[in-house]
């Protein structure tokens, strides 16, 4: 019974190829398991005892219940047992004790996490509701300089920036409730981050404006702690809320990204190549592109519109239909829109008045998707019927319902009907109605900004 023979050695060594993978391979798939999972490869068998020692290290740790001892124990001694290099480093903790305070500098000092790739440290927001005073972003933090490619920081405060703070090949860069100020902001984009492609900034503090000037940035995505309502600039901590972007001098920039609660100045200096905005809000104050100012896009008038050609997808929130057919003389080659109306302030326009704001304006949208569209408000029909019998080059419109469920055939003639599908400009383009249910959401802002192979941003999963 306890003979192998030579049938069965056979068998075994045909379920285990993975071991037969070279070493180089094998350590590229045990970096990227959970730390745990990863460390326990060892065990399998004895060609895989050396192979996570060899590989490039994983940390990633999120456990919202620390303990003194125990889990910092387990850090340093997975830290200790590793000879390096680091590949990613991801740590994100509820402390508000401050447990890890004295271990995460020395942490990002050992030896393990030599020639980082990835550098996560984030700290639980609701510690900064709670009173719990900010952590300090270690200085250690930055001796990856030579290696770091991604990071994230959240609810910590950054140092202020020098020329010994870097990092000179990082690409991708999430800041997230961080207290930072606007000085230290304006180095680290302009000389501290010299090839930065994506930039996230998410409800920071302490940095009422962020003037972006970097020369490879490719993607910004913002989002302002408190909207403006026209009240106290500051919220109940005395903390300056964001105000103002200013896009100075980006000459790589291809997509901004502002998040719905953002309300605030937004002034494009210099962005020639920038292709993909939005979401503009009904109620923004001020937009200014070069030396033109529109005073929000619900006030918009054809003495004070600017021109951006470079602009091919856009996405607007709660703005009237007057306000979208405005705008997009603005950019007059944009191909996709993505919008959300309000008729309030604009009860009594009709259709025959949206087509006198266009003149002889030739509309190019190739893709419009109308959300939370209302099939019964008259109002809603004549702005999307106003797309389907002047978009001479569109290929599909989607319509998502607010309310209820998408009919049944007869259902779908009748709203055919009302919308003049048989008159449409565009002879081969698709109309499509999609319910909105809870399982319909937007991508994450971590997603939108940083993963700069999705060609639309605002496109919504169903």
């Not at 590989?55 to 001892?69: I, K, M, R, T």
């Not at 609810?155 to 930072?180: D, M, Y």
């Not at 009709?350 to 266009?358: A, G, V």
Request: net charge neutral; proline share 5%.
């Amino acid at each position: 019974m306890g003979v192998v023979t030579r049938a069965k050695k056979r068998r075994l060594e045909e379920v285990d190829r993975i071991s037969c993978l070279p070493d180089g391979v094998l350590g590229d798939i045990v970096t990227l398991l959970p730390t745990k999972d990863g460390a326990r490869t060892q065990i399998l068998s004895s060609r895989w005892r050396h192979i996570w020692r060899s590989a490039p290290l994983n940390v990633h740790l999120q456990d919202e219940s620390w303990q003194e001892g125990t889990r910092l124990a387990d850090v340093s001694r997975v830290l200790a047992a590793h000879p390096g290099p680091g590949r990613r480093f991801s740590l994100h903790i509820d402390d508000e004790k401050g447990y890890a305070d004295a271990s995460l500098d020395g942490w990002l000092r050992s030896p393990a996490l030599h020639n980082l790739q990835e550098l996560e440290i984030h700290f639980h927001e609701n510690l900064l509701l709670w009173g719990t005073q900010s952590r300090r972003l270690p200085a250690s933090a930055f001796r990856f300089s030579p290696t770091l490619r991604a990071a994230s920081f959240e609810a910590c405060v950054f140092p202020e920036i020098g020329r010994s703070n870097n990092w000179s090949i990082l690409k991708q860069l999430t800041l997230c409730s961080v207290t930072i100020s606007e000085g230290s902001l304006h180095a680290l984009l302009a000389t501290g981050c010299p090839v930065l492609q994506s930039l996230l900034l998410l409800d920071n503090n302490f940095c009422p404006r962020y003037r972006i000037s970097s020369p490879s940035l490719r993607s910004i995505g913002v989002r302002s702690k408190f909207g403006y309502e026209g009240g106290d600039e500051t919220d109940d901590d005395d903390d300056p809320v964001l105000l103002q972007l200013v896009i100075e001098d980006a000459p790589c920039l291809e997509r901004l990204l502002l998040f719905k609660s953002v309300d605030i100045d937004i002034s494009v200096i210099s962005a020639p190549r920038l292709a993909i905005l939005g979401e503009l809000q009904g109620h923004r104050r001020m937009i200014q592109f070069g030396n033109t100012s529109l005073q929000g896009p619900s006030t918009v008038n054809g003495g004070l519109m600017a021109v951006v050609p470079s602009v091919r997808v856009l996405a607007l929130d709660y703005v009237t239909p007057c306000t979208v057919i405005n705008l997009i003389k603005c950019f007059p080659h944009l191909e996709t829109l993505h919008v959300e109306i309000t008729i309030y302030g604009e009860e009594y326009a009709s259709y025959d008045e949206y087509w006198k704001l266009t003149g002889t304006l030739d509309i190019r949208l190739r893709k419009i998707v109308v959300l939370k569209y209302r099939h019964d408000y008259k109002k809603y029909i004549d702005f999307a019927k106003f797309f389907v019998m002047n978009a001479s080059v569109l290929e599909s419109m989607t319509l998502e319902l607010e309310d209820g469920k998408v009919g049944n055939n007869a259902w779908i003639r009748r709203q055919h009907s009302r919308l003049k599908i048989e008159e449409r400009a565009s002879r081969g383009a698709r109309f499509d109605f999609v319910s909105c249910v809870e399982s319909s959401r937007d991508l994450l802002p971590e997603k939108q900004v940083h993963d700069l192979s999705i060609h639309d941003p605002f496109q919504r999963i169903y």
